[in-house]
């Protein structure tokens, strides 16, 4: 609890299509919001920008962090930051992804492994976990218990990988180096459908 509330999570799942390869798929997002009454942090900008920016709820976003460059999950991303003010962050090796979506705006700020980002005095620290795509990372916030995985770590196992800038033995080996090493309590929540966490996960990510 702060001054401003309970720091907490709140999802908004939001539609539309997720294209690459030639090929376009209906798809439902989700988009996390952490933070307390005061501030937030936004994690992926998924297809309406209007939609995230109605559930921030007039509170200061601290960031829009884009768990990797797969237009389903930054489409919305500069049209939110406009409407917030909010830096947009993106890790460099999903650059050539999101100059596809956005060719005329690059993103406001890096993400590297190991950095740390701070909302409403908790820390949400950056775990980069390729494979899905090359830039792909995940968002820890011990105070919470939690974890946000992106599209690297679902409801029953990894993400897909079965497209360009994708390679399945690495995203094994990141969910299990970076993510499975985690607290087997760890909530995680991901990118498209229900949370699961770290410990029922351990039994669905292959052995090295």
Request: glycine share 12%; proline share 6%.
């Amino acid at each position: 609890m702060t001054a401003n509330g309970p720091v907490r999570t709140e999802r908004v799942v939001t539609s539309g299509t997720f294209s690459l390869d030639g090929e376009t798929f209906d798809v439902d997002n989700n988009v996390w919001l952490i933070g307390d009454d005061a501030e937030v942090l936004i994690v992926d900008a998924a297809h309406d920008a209007a939609a995230v920016a109605s559930a921030a709820g007039g509170r200061r976003v601290t960031a829009i962090v884009c768990t990797h460059g797969h237009d389903d999950h930054i489409g919305a991303a500069a049209e939110l930051a406009g409407l917030t003010g909010a830096p947009v962050l993106l890790h460099p090796a999903d650059r050539e992804l999101w100059s596809a979506v956005h060719p005329d705006r690059k993103p406001d700020g890096d993400l590297g492994d190991g950095l740390v980002l701070d909302v409403a005095g908790v820390s949400v620290r950056v775990v980069h976990t390729p494979g899905h795509t090359w830039g792909s990372c995940s968002l820890h916030v011990p105070f919470l218990d939690a974890v946000f995985t992106g599209d690297t770590l679902f409801h029953g196992g990894p993400g897909a990988t079965g497209r360009s800038y994708s390679h399945r033995p690495t995203i094994e080996s990141s969910i299990r180096e970076r993510l499975l090493v985690l607290p087997a309590g760890t909530v995680v929540h991901t990118g498209h459908g229900p949370d699961t966490t770290i410990g029922a996960e351990r039994a669905n990510v292959p052995h090295a």
